[in-house]
Nanobody
Framework: VQLQASGGGLVQAGSSLRLYCEVS??????VGWFRQAPGKEREFVAA????????DYADSVKGRFTVSRDGAKASVYLQMDSLKPDDTAIYYC?????????????????WGQGTLVTVSS
């Protein structure tokens, strides 16, 4: 299983950005988005189950970010609106095969490389 995250960039506060995670190989996995800011630990952002019917969000992004996946399940999106400078980080997507959604890094089986999001004030 391979994951490829993309869509990052430099934007101003209040702007929107959409991140993409392409997953190749495997079925029946949940996908989580995590981020890591400079000098901080990696933290949970959002997750979506295989069917796209169940989602979870960190409190810090709830109401601003939306996670979804396409009908073919291979692409997962993270729509980020009303971006803040505190959202600046490298964003990673990861796949989890067993159990339900999780906010813990260690529960995810495969990780993609990150994509950098920088929000200027």
């Amino acid at each position: 299983v391979q994951l490829q995250a993309s869509g990052g960039g430099l934007v101003q506060a209040g702007s929107s950005l959409r991140l993409y995670c392409e997953v190749s190989g495997g079925r029946n996995y949940a996908v989580g988005w995590f981020r890591q800011a400079p000098g901080k630990e990696r933290e949970f952002v959002a997750a979506v189950n295989w069917r796209g019917q169940s989602t979870d969000y960190a409190d810090s992004v709830k109401g601003r970010f939306t996670v979804s996946r396409d009908g073919a399940k291979a692409s997962v999106y993270l729509q980020m609106d009303s971006l803040k400078p505190d959202d600046t980080a490298i964003y990673y997507c990861a796949a989890k095969y067993f159990g339900g959604l999780s906010r813990y890094n260690s529960d995810y089986d495969y990780w993609g490389q990150g994509t950098l999001v920088t929000v200027s004030s």
